[in-house]
């Protein structure tokens, strides 16, 4: 391993390939409900979804799991997918969406730096839906380095912006 070496600021996440169980669910789940489009269908097998046009940003496959299991939660693999929405006003705007097809929570919270709201997909995979507050806005500690917490998030001052 090489010291000092420092990855590109340039440098984005492309994608998520999540092994999912059944495939219609899980694009009931990320198309139906959260609103990705779908840009390709492999079979019955995996599809390839995507916001705004993108090749795509997540991969959903049925290659090994096909009829199985979810994810367990005490398990290695992973936390979450974590979303971001360009406003806070469309992070609202999904909030409500979840609420009003009662589609269960897992969480939601004050990052200081980001708005939050935390869910389960239909496999169990964490899915995080957030919005970041302005940089300049994110709180520092004395010595100048970020502050993160996670406190709770008061839903009534993020329905605020609708």
Known sequence: MQDNY?????????????????????LEFYCGLLGFEITLLYGDEAAFISAGGYHHHIGLNTWFNKG????????????????VYPSKRDLAVIYNRLKDSKYPLTGASDHGVSLAIYLDDPDGNGVELYWD????????????????????????DLLGDL
């Open 6 to 26: 420092i990855i590109p600021a340039s440098t984005r996440v492309g994608h998520v390939h999540l092994k999912v169980t059944d495939l219609k669910r899980s």
């Open 68 to 83: 199985g299991s979810k994810a367990e939660k005490n398990t290695v693999g992973l936390f979450h997918t974590a979303l």
């Open 133 to 156: 507050r302005p940089k300049e806005e994110w709180p520092k500690n004395v010595d100048g380095s970020l502050m993160m917490y996670s406190k709770r998030l008061y839903i009534d």
